[in-house]
């Protein structure tokens, strides 16, 4: 069965050092991922997504992941954290095996504090 | 947002009512979705559609009810059936049905007891 794991609930990372926020999956075949992001009281806005290609992707407000297919992960990161990244983030999978078209799973989310 | 709305923001229940959530989109998107989000639950999928006047159960359906008359509008029933609805509702549209596509979502509408 596929799913999609956030471990960490809070990632707390001063201003102007670089963030990661974690996510592994889980698909019978090669996934389609994403990075969504939520701010308070707000629906989530698309950050960037893996098809296929190079396994580094970039997306909005300066923020990119790495696709790394041995450990099932998708790293969100930034080199350099800004207040205002502040927010709840979540990671998606698709399985393009699936025949479900409804069968994207969202992770729990983590919630990003960047400190002045 | 991005073209979706979602009315009301904020909408109150009381016992043994229906009530109904609105989603509307200008995008000219072919599927719509509804998720409810639960704090540290992430989203859960209620409902989606892929055209007008069709619809499937996602994996929490039950208590709700939704249509597609026309291509712009989702509303979502929550019915009395529904135990336990104070939750955060996300309406999304996609442009199409397949895999790799991105979703667009609304604001939110924040339903609660009273």
């Known amino acids: 069965a596929q799913s999609v794991a956030q471990p960490e609930d809070q990632v707390n990372v001063a201003e102007g050092n670089p963030l990661t926020v974690k996510c592994t999956y889980s698909?019978?075949?090669?996934?389609?991922l994403f990075w969504y992001v939520q701010y308070p009281n707000r629906g989530l806005q698309f950050l960037l997504k893996y098809i296929t290609g190079d396994n580094l992707v970039k997306g909005s407000y300066g923020f990119e992941a790495e696709f790394n297919k041995s450990q099932t992960s998708f790293h969100l990161k930034k080199p350099s954290a800004l207040v205002s990244d502040s927010a709840l983030y979540f990671c998606?999978?698709?399985?393009?095996?699936?025949?479900?078209?409804?069968?994207?799973?969202f992770g729990k989310g983590t919630r990003l504090h960047i400190l002045p | 947002d991005g073209g979706i709305t979602q009315s009301p923001k904020y909408l109150f229940r009381k016992e043994g009512q229906n009530v109904t959530l609105s989603c509307e989109q200008n995008?000219?998107?072919?599927?719509m979705y509804w998720y409810r989000q639960d704090p540290g639950q992430g989203l859960r999928l209620i409902y989606y559609?892929?055209?007008?006047?069709?619809?499937q159960k996602g994996d929490i359906a039950e208590g709700y009810s939704v249509s597609r008359e026309k291509k712009e509008s989702f509303p979502l029933t929550v019915t009395s059936a529904q135990k336990n609805p104070t939750a955060f509702y996300l309406c999304a549209s996609s442009k199409g049905t397949t895999r790799n596509e991105k979703l667009f979502f609304g604001s939110g509408t924040q339903l609660s007891v009273l």
């Open positions: 998606a999978v698709r399985d393009p095996l699936m025949n479900r078209d409804d069968k994207i799973i």
């Open positions: 559609s892929q055209i007008v006047n069709d619809f």
């Open positions: 698909v019978s075949g090669n996934p389609y």
């Open positions: 995008l000219n998107h072919d599927a």
